[in-house]
């Protein structure tokens, strides 16, 4: 049986690791990266990528939700989501 205590533990770093992704790359600390990718490390999608690449990602990368209809332009991609 799940306690509550660790669904509050659980939901805690859960939204930790969010927090630190929803801050632009300029604005993360070293905690927020660590944090950052010892997620990513847990997902499956990554689990092959080199460390280095993955720390890469987590210091560059953000998550952006887009609402239907909005167009993304950077400098090497145009979308319309």
Known sequence: ???PKMVAAHA??????????????AERSGEDVDIILARLKDVKAFEKFHPSLLQQICLCGFY?????GI????????NTV
């Open 64 to 68: 952006e939700c887009l609402e239907k």
């Open 71 to 78: 167009t993304c332009r950077s400098s090497s991609v145009s």
């Open 12 to 25: 805690s770093a859960s939204a930790e690791w969010i927090i630190c992704l929803d801050k632009r790359p």
């Open 1 to 3: 049986m799940i306690s």
